[in-house]
């Protein structure tokens, strides 16, 4: 059963950073695509950014610059090294695999970036 946990969200003012992580079990990062989607307050969630298996990364217009997506196979973990964040950045963060696996959507991390 894979589970998908992540963390490092909090409370930052603008300009500020933050690094999530998502460590998984169950999920081999050799064989998937796997990427951060963020849900905002009154808004649908979407995808923020990916990596392939090879360590190609995309990155949503608005991020590029600011956000990079990172991986670590060993450790069966990638994460979301996040700088100059906006208040627009504010939202729940979660990881996946992309396209995104309905069972495997987690709690979250809530970013809040706020002065």
């Known amino acids: 059963q894979v589970q998908l946990v992540e963390s490092g969200g909090g409370l930052v003012p603008p300009g500020g950073s933050l690094k999530l992580a998502c460590a998984t079990s169950?999920?081999?990062?050799?064989?998937?695509?796997v990427g951060w989607f963020r849900q905002a307050p009154g808004k649908e969630r979407e995808g923020v950014s990916s990596i392939t298996k090879a360590g190609n990364t995309y990155y949503l217009d608005s991020m590029k610059g600011r956000f990079t997506i990172s991986k670590d196979n060993a450790k069966n973990t990638w994460y979301l090294q996040m700088n100059s964040l906006k208040p627009e950045d504010t939202a729940v963060y979660y990881c996946?695999?992309?396209?995104?696996?309905?069972?495997?959507w987690g709690q979250g991390t809530q970013v809040s970036v706020s002065s």
């Open positions: 996946n695999t992309v396209p995104s696996t309905v069972n495997y």
């Open positions: 169950g999920l081999t990062l050799d064989y998937n695509v």
